[in-house]
């Protein structure tokens, strides 16, 4: 089904009998395989009789070369996917097998794509960046400290590049438009943080996806911003460059270096907010971070310190 979808891609019409004849198959083959093209990966192709075939709008797959081609710096070694449950298992797996770090895998799809707290990240064939970078750590706790907000910083500002100038930072995990959920991160450890561990920096950036009834909060993608479709290799290289330079910053002067950086970027900086934690929940108001990246919150006047990953903020109506 593949073949026939890169033969589609470029938007344009091709007759059933170009499509069988390129493929080695007959029209109704062409025909069945266009039907689960669709259920499978939700696109929509216009039929028309006497013109034959059309992907809605044209599609650009993920490509090694064409990453590189954009970038300005050599960056990791990349393994690109068709589909995969997620991005950051198979990095997990290749960790397992043996492969060196650091690595990068892409997909154009997941099929079981995670979020914090077990949440399912919807991703659609060929419309977003689902990305997932692995990094080995020697006997360094103080290079996993506010890692999370580093890699935040990251993704904001390659967005910013790509044209969403309105891209912010909502602690611990979440890149915003607004109140728009448009990017999300998610970090997984394996091994020892005391002597050798692997971490993953799993990254998802919702970049021409226009439209799910899968999404349970409010979001919106790049192009939804920019009113352009986005060429997604260039916004892996750019993603790439900023993290390169934002992690090369943190190895060197921990996150202390960044922590106001941060602040400037958090859209909640003093808004009146619920921390939930469970099933308790905490009102307070955001005052910042810490040198380590937890959340610095006041509550009734009294500034506490909160970290870890099952934490959870939501805006209280009041603020």
């Known amino acids: 089904m593949l073949t026939l979808l890169k033969l589609l891609k470029d938007g344009r019409f091709h007759s059933g009998e170009a499509l069988g004849a390129a493929l080695g198959v007959s029209r109704s083959a062409v025909w069945k395989q266009l039907q689960h093209l669709e259920a499978e990966l939700n696109l929509p192709i216009h039929k028309v009789r006497g013109k034959g075939y059309q992907l809605a709008s044209p599609l650009m797959f993920l490509n090694a070369e064409e990453i590189t081609a954009h970038a300005r710096s050599t960056l990791w070694p990349v393994h690109i996917y068709d589909s995969i449950d997620s991005t950051n298992a198979e990095a997990l797996r290749l960790v397992d097998a043996g492969s060196a770090a650091p690595f990068l895998v892409l997909a154009e799809q997941q099929t079981a794509g995670r979020g914090r707290r077990g949440r399912k990240w919807v991703s659609p064939f060929a419309q977003n960046v689902y990305y997932s970078l692995v990094l080995r750590i020697d006997g360094g706790l103080r290079q996993l400290e506010g890692l999370s907000l580093v890699v935040g910083l990251a993704v904001m500002q390659a967005l910013r590049e790509s044209g969403v100038q309105g891209a912010g930072l909502k602690w611990p995990n979440d890149v915003l438009v607004g109140n728009k959920k448009i ?17 993953v920096l799993g990254i998802g950036i919702n970049v021409n996806m226009q439209k799910t009834a899968e999404v349970d909060q409010q979001w919106t993608s790049v192009q939804l911003e920019t009113g352009s479709p986005v060429d997604r290799n260039r916004l892996v290289a750019q993603l790439g460059e900023q993290l390169q330079g934002y992690l090369a910053r943190h190895k060197s002067d921990g996150f202390a270096a960044l922590q106001q950086e941060w602040e400037q970027n958090h859209l909640w900086q003093g808004r009146a907010v619920s921390l939930i934690a469970g099933v308790n929940q905490i009102e307070g108001v955001v005052q910042g971070v810490d040198r380590q990246g937890a959340l610095r919150l006041s509550v009734d006047g009294i500034e506490k310190i909160y970290s870890g990953g099952e934490l959870s903020l939501r805006l209280r109506d009041d603020s």
Not at 183 to 199: F, M, Q, R, S, T
């Open 183 to 199: 990017a999300g991160i998610l970090l997984e450890l394996v091994g020892d943080p005391a002597d050798i561990c692997h971490v």
